[in-house]
T-cell receptor, first 110, second 113 residues
Framework: GQQLNQSPQSMFIQEGEDVSMNCTSS?????WLWYKQEPGEGPVLLIA?????ELTSNGRLTAQFGITRKDSFLNISASIPSDVGIYFC??????????FGTGTRLKVLA | DGGITQSPKYLFRKEGQNVTLSCEQN?????MYWYRQDPGQGLRLIYY???????QKGDIAEGYSVSREKKESFPLTVTSAQKNPTAFYLC????????????FGEGSRLTVL
């Protein structure tokens, strides 16, 4: 099935550093969603984006809907230990159809 | 609080047995979904339902069955025909009849012994 290209696959960073990750696709999306998932738990929606060029923040998280509608970026500023987890993107291709990235595993070193 | 409740959290099954995973939501969402999550892969759609008494196959429906008798409930049965059922299963629902934000339950981990 279709998947989004998400990078990097994993990141090891120091507490206090900023983090950037992105998703790209050959398809055009109507909506971009960003999630955080912890081991053994369901994904939690962090940010939803609906318009090309849209920039949305949620606390220390900022995400952007790419101008071409084929990509999206998530930034985390001033990382803290509880930011540890897997972050993944999802693009809405059509009604009821979502395509998911494979995730970026984030580890924060205190 | 509104949300999606999945049960059981962990389930063990012997080969040849059918098992049913429960999913209940109180978000008043019309659309509900079942996804399968395997390590290193993106989520894959098993089934989705737009409204009560209607559901559609997703990308990997073989060996699974669902029902949607109530708006709040969308149970998934993993049948003995599913060749590799050990996985993490996620139920989800979406706003506005299938457009926009997608919310997930806590997941159910099925292990076949």
């Amino acid at each position: 099935g279709q998947q989004l290209n998400q990078s990097p696959q994993s990141m090891f960073i120091q507490e206090g550093e900023d983090v950037s990750m992105n998703c790209t696709s050959s398809s055009i999306f109507n909506t971009w969603l960003w999630y955080k998932q912890e081991p053994g738990e369901g994904p939690v929606l962090l940010i939803a984006l609906y318009k090309a060029g849209e920039l949305t923040s949620n606390g220390r998280l900022t995400a952007q809907f790419g101008i071409t509608r084929k990509d999206s970026f998530l930034n985390i500023s001033a990382s803290i230990p509880s930011d540890v987890g897997i972050y993944f993107c999802a693009g809405q291709l059509g009604t009821y159809k979502y395509i998911f990235g494979t995730g970026t595993r984030l580890k924060v070193l205190a | 609080d509104g949300g999606i409740t999945q049960s059981p959290k962990y389930l063990f099954r012997k080969e040849g047995q059918n098992v049913t995973l429960s999913c209940e939501q109180n978000l008043n969402h019309d659309a509900m979904y079942w996804y399968r999550q395997d390590p290193g892969q993106g989520l894959r759609l098993i089934y989705y339902s737009q409204i009560v008494n209607d559901f559609q196959k997703g990308d990997i429906a073989e060996g699974y069955s669902v029902s949607r008798e109530k708006k709040e409930s969308f149970p998934l049965t993993v049948t003995s025909a599913q060749k590799n059922p050990t996985a993490f299963y996620l139920c989800a629902s979406s706003t506005q009849g299938g457009t926009g934000e997608l919310f997930f339950g806590e997941g159910s981990r099925l292990t076949v012994l």
